[in-house]
């Protein structure tokens, strides 16, 4: 009888703890979200992933925070110079800040996450021994993204780039590139004041 008391009593701590949580202000949040899109490069077919953040309204219509996360890109197959090329997969991890306008409690939002991609998985481009360029390590991260917003959920579309140098450059005329065009989801955790 005592264990079940003690669960009613936890759940009971739970169940207010949840409720306090989303009717807390909203000025700091977790978000968490997932995302996939079509790759803009001839180096991969398409990505999912997960993203990360933390939010921090300065005002109720402008916030600024940190994100990461993992997209995975799947490796795409091309012909260069008469030869069939397989790329490899490859992984995307951002470490960024962000920065969102949201004109209304409710709809529309605009924002950003700038910073750094590190590009991780294979050390090589291609598994081809003719065209078997270093994978690049990173480079600038840019992730533009338009969507709509209410308490709990952001739904939105994006674009999101890694600038990397000439790394990874296949044969003098295929130089390696990060982009996708995609939608995503993501939902907010309140973490109070």
């Known amino acids: 009888m ?34 996939g899109g079509a790759s803009t490069t001839k180096n991969a077919s398409g990505n999912i992933g ?11 219509g402008f916030g600024l925070g940190i994100a990461t996360g993992y997209n995975h890109f799947f490796g795409k197959e091309y012909t260069l110079n ?6 490899n997969d490859f992984g995307v991890v951002p ?8 004109p209304a409690k409710t709809g529309f939002y605009a924002g950003a996450d700038l910073g750094y991609g590190f590009i991780v998985g294979n050390d090589k481009v291609t598994d081809n021994k003719l065209y078997n360029a270093d994978m690049p ?4 991260y840019i992730k533009p ?7 709990d959920w952001n739904v939105y579309a994006h674009y999101s780039t890694v600038l990397t140098d000439d790394e990874g450059t296949v044969a003098g005329n295929h130089k390696f590139g990060v982009g996708s065009v995609g939608v995503g989801v993501g939902y907010n955790i309140p973490l109070g004041n």
């Open 95 to 102: 470490l960024a800040g962000l920065v969102r306008f949201y």
């Open 137 to 140: 390590k990173g480079g600038f």
């Open 50 to 60: 997960a993203s990360l953040s933390y939010q921090h309204l300065v005002t109720p």
């Open 2 to 35: 005592k264990t079940i008391k003690k669960a009613i009593f936890a759940f009971g701590v739970l169940a207010t703890t949840a409720v306090s949580a989303q009717s807390s202000d909203m000025k700091n949040m977790l978000k968490i979200g997932i995302e």
């Open 82 to 87: 008469g030869v069939n090329v397989q790329n």
């Open 145 to 151: 993204e338009i969507g709509w917003h209410n308490r």
